[in-house]
């Protein structure tokens, strides 16, 4: 494999060049980083965690509540705690004693949402890429521009009456 030779070089060329830095960066800061991206990553899994046990139980629906300052996504069967993800530090019967049960969400509307969250960011992807394709080109399309019914405006129109050359 003839790609082989250059990428290695080119791994030890930065590597002795920019590794000091690195080494720096990671001192002061990867361990924070490190750390802050695996508590959002448990955070997502365990509300994945949660809107699966919901789908099993009857009339199931999640409600997250803060514990220790960290969300807690607890599952009802119906108006009954059932369980909660991660485990919380105090009871579940304290954990939700005072919660706004309105403020619970079914696994169909959690999967709605994401679904039109997913759509708008497509659009917005789809918009910012035709955005550059048209600053690429120069112009925009003019028949996107214009409202439905109306002429473009670099074309001539063929009314009656008037004179055509």
Do not use: C
Not at 26 to 35: E, F, I, L, P, S
Not at 46 to 56: D, G, I, L, P, Y
Not at 129 to 141: F, N
């Amino acid at each position: 494999m003839s790609w082989i030779g250059p990428v290695a070089k080119r791994g030890v060329k930065y590597g002795v060049k920019y590794g000091p830095q690195a080494k720096i960066l990671w001192d002061n800061g990867g361990k924070h980083v490190q750390a802050a991206v695996r508590e959002k990553a448990e955070a997502a899994s365990a509300r994945r965690t949660a809107f699966a046990k919901a789908e099993t139980v009857v009339n199931g629906s999640v409600l997250k509540q803060i514990d220790g300052g960290k969300p807690t996504w607890v599952v009802y069967a119906g108006d009954e705690p059932v369980d909660a993800f991660p485990k919380p530090s105090v009871p579940l019967a304290t954990l939700v004693e005072h919660a706004d049960l309105s403020a619970r969400v079914t696994p169909e509307a959690h999967r709605a949402h994401q679904l039109r969250e997913r759509a708008r960011r497509v659009q917005t992807r789809l918009a910012r890429r035709r955005g550059a394709d048209a600053e690429a080109t120069g112009e925009l399309d003019a028949k996107v521009r214009e409202t439905p019914g109306e002429m473009p405006s670099n074309t001539p129109s063929n009314t009656p009456g008037e004179d055509q050359q």
